[in-house]
């Protein structure tokens, strides 16, 4: 069982980290909500919980708590750009279908 | 497929409910788009990777417009039609622009707001800033991937309400939401983090590509407060380009160059000023079409002697700031650099050494406008809880409303922070009074005169009643954007009437200091000036009650009597123009005393009248 980063996510994270300066790593998650059952959370981790299963990923810790990682296994955390736009996005195998914009999912 | 953002611990949005916002920095010279992504403020770049988009604006004849660098480019070959620095007319009459015959715009003087004949038609300010508005609010939707909720815009700190209305017309003309105006000195400060530092007061050094702006603020508890600004609206870094191209041609030994040569040498000295910014010399090589070859090098230390008297001349308002705010350089907690000239070592060298401290550089001064609006804009938009963090600004003048005899009534004292809504109840002047007017006026001096008229409107349909018996609640509301609405209700009948201030446009940047100024200087004056029109005012009041009762109830007083109130009144009436403060004292307080014993006759008689035909018992004491 494991979640993953890109190389380029791990980058962009890692960067991100150091501008913010503080943060042990990324929490990745699930919560039940948005049009199409799931959402991602996608959050700064300033410390972690004694449940918490931590991978690393090209350096980066990944924090995911006990009850998201069933949906998130074998997930890898990608950094794309779409024109001007770029973001993270969720390469999930265990999504069936996902409402249009990608924001919410199910399993 | 939506890109995510890193959020906070804690703060992961709800699909769908992460609100975009931004901020902008509408400059003189450029301006900027920002926003908050992965909790980081960043500048949203355009397509070449370029965050700064010049603010030029060229009408074409086929109707389409060209925003930025492609209008700037076309500027000597199309000057009339490529409006560049239209922030300069924002909200001002042609007689408030400096320099009219100078430009190479065809003016129309509309009422309001001067306008700009173009290939396209007349073109107001407003309408030209909105293209500029456009352009980055497609740049951000492009680049966020989604709808903006609203914008942060930045003003400068001395803009007033007429620049302030017309630069958030401009925004909603460019389909923005405005979440606020904001000063551009405040969110420089809150860039750096300065509204969590410790309290204190701060100074902002601003120099742009052509203006040179200098404030002074005071944080106290989150709040900032803009305490003095001053500036020279003609100095800037494209004045030591020129002291840098003025050294070429010297150097050089060539002829005046044709306007090309100027502009390939004015971009070589730019270059140059930029590679000393980080070396310590730099190359000037160009070819120019005369064939005449220049190939110098100049060291930082000639750069700093050539441009020292620029230098030095941003110092003049930076005491005047000072001044104005009563400090000492050494009161000052920290300095903000903000403007891309303010990377030239001397500069800072020379601030530095002007407040005995390093001055704060590690963010990139074209930029930290554009954050800080972009964090204010991020918060407003509620993607930070509200408690966190809520910014408020301060109106800059007092504004009130004109009372009987030119005076002015404060409602709202300067340094309120906003929003603010303030009341005051006024009453009526003469009996049987059904109407008022109005006036609202903007500054810190006692007679009207001496204030700024930005509105005035009436009130109608108060019912008749004896003078002083109408109760007229008024109240002055600023929104957040420093923008004014006053409203007048008469609490018995409930008849109200407002007005939403369209200021008269036309302050001129210095004149906002200015009025300031003058408040302070003519403290005691004003006072003086004050007591007098107050006096004459209650004459006027005393000599109307006294016709009224003379008229009313005459015939209760004997031959000598009248003759006396006679002579009162015609002593009164005569210094009520232009008598001193004393002699109208003593001549009201003569009648007064005339007219006791009738006073005193008048309410005997009214007594009895009451009383006439009733029992002692039936009296509802």
């Given at each position: 069982m494991a979640v993953t980063l890109s190389e380029r996510a791990a980058k962009h994270v890692s960067n991100f980290i150091s501008k913010r300066g503080k943060g042990v790593g990324i929490r990745l998650g699930v919560r039940t909500s948005g049009c199409s059952g799931m959402a991602y959370k996608l959050e700064f981790a300033d410390e972690a919980l004694d449940e918490d299963l931590v991978f690393e990923s090209h350096g980066v810790k990944v924090l995911v708590d006990p009850k998201s990682l069933p949906y998130l296994d074998g997930t890898e955390l990608d950094f794309v750009r779409e024109g001007l736009n770029e973001g993270f996005q969720f390469n999930n195998p265990n999504v069936k279908d996902a409402c249009g914009c990608g924001e919410s999912f199910n399993v | 497929m939506a890109l995510l953002q890193i959020s906070e611990p804690g703060m992961s949005t709800q699909p769908h409910q992460h609100r975009l916002a931004v901020g902008i920095d509408?400059?003189?010279t450029n301006s900027l788009v920002a926003t908050v992504r992965n909790s980081i403020a960043v500048c949203l770049n355009d397509e070449t990777g370029s965050a700064m988009l010049p603010s030029v604006v060229r009408y074409l004849a086929d109707g389409s417009v060209e925003i930025g660098s492609r209008a700037q480019a076309a500027q000597t070959r199309d000057p009339r039609n490529t409006i560049v620095s239209v922030k300069r007319f924002m909200g001002r009459g042609v007689g408030d622009v400096a320099h009219v015959e100078s430009m190479p715009y065809d003016f129309v003087d509309a009422p309001g707001m001067v306008r700009l004949r173009t290939v396209q038609g007349t073109k107001s300010p407003v309408e030209i800033s909105a293209e500029i508005l456009r352009a980055l609010r497609l740049r951000a939707d492009a680049s966020l991937g989604g709808a903006l909720t609203g914008a942060v815009i930045t003003v400068p700190a001395y803009f007033d309400d007429a620049q302030r209305q017309a630069t958030k017309d401009a925004a909603e003309l460019a389909g923005l939401n405005v979440l606020r105006l904001l000063n551009e000195p405040t969110a420089a400060a809150i860039a750096y983090g300065l509204e969590n530092a410790s309290e204190g007061v701060y100074a902002v050094y601003d120099l742009g590509g052509g203006t040179f702006d200098i404030s002074i603020l005071k944080l106290t508890r989150g709040v900032f407060e803009v305490l003095s600004t001053s500036g020279d609206a003609a100095l800037g870094g494209d004045d030591f380009d020129q002291r840098l191209y003025c050294w070429v041609i010297d150097r050089a030994?060539?002829?005046?160059?044709c306007d090309e040569d100027v502009r390939r040498l004015l971009m070589k000295a730019r270059e140059a000023k930029e590679v000393l910014s980080r070396y310590d010399e730099a190359p000037i090589v160009a070819k120019l079409s005369s064939g005449e070859q220049v190939d110098l090098t100049i060291s930082r230390a000639e750069f700093d002697q050539i441009t020292r008297p620029l230098v030095s001349k941003t110092l003049a308002p930076v005491r005047k700031a000072l001044r104005d705010a009563e400090l000492k350089p050494e009161d000052i907690k920290g300095v903000v650099m903000v403007g891309?000239?303010?990377?030239m070592p001397q500069v800072q060298r020379a601030v530095g050494e002007y407040f005995g401290q390093e001055p704060l550089t590690n963010l990139d001064p074209d930029k930290v406008v554009a954050l800080g609006a972009a964090m204010q804009a991020n918060v407003l938009a509620g993607n930070r809880s509200a408690d966190d963090w809520l910014l408020l600004d301060v109106i800059p003048l007092s504004l009130g409303l004109e009372t009987m005899g030119g005076l002015v009534e404060k409602v709202i004292l300067r340094n309120?922070?906003?929003p603010v809504a303030r009341g005051q109840e006024f009453t009526t002047f003469k009996d049987g009074q059904t109407a008022m007017a109005f006036h609202v006026l903007q500054g810190e001096r006692e007679l009207v005169s001496d204030c700024r008229s930005l509105a005035r409107f009436e009130l109608r349909?108060?019912?008749?009643?004896?003078?002083?018996?109408a109760r007229i609640r008024v109240t002055f509301q600023v929104d957040a954007d420093g923008l004014l609405s006053v409203s007048a209700r008469?609490?018995?009948?409930?008849v109200e009437a407002s007005v939403i201030v369209k200021p008269s446009y036309g302050l001129s940047d210095q004149e906002v200091a200015e009025m300031l100024k003058s408040g302070f200087e003519h403290a005691s004056d004003d006072m003086k000036r004050r007591a007098l029109r107050e006096q004459q005012v209650e004459a006027e009041r005393l000599l109307e009650a006294t016709e009224q009762a003379l008229a009313a109830d005459g015939e209760l007083l004997d031959h000598a009597a009248t003759g006396r109130i006679e002579r009162a009144v015609t002593e009164l009436a005569r210094l009520v123009k232009d008598g001193s403060l004393d002699e109208l004292k003593q001549a009201v307080g003569s009648l007064s005393r005339a007219t006791e014993d009738f006073a005193a006759a008048r309410m005997n008689k009214g007594i009895r009248s009451a009383l006439a035909g009733q029992k002692i018992d039936q009296l509802e004491v």
């Open positions: - | 509408l400059g003189t030994h060539i002829a005046p160059p891309g000239a303010t990377r309120s922070t906003i349909g108060i019912p008749p009643m004896v003078a002083g018996a008469e609490l018995s009948s409930g």
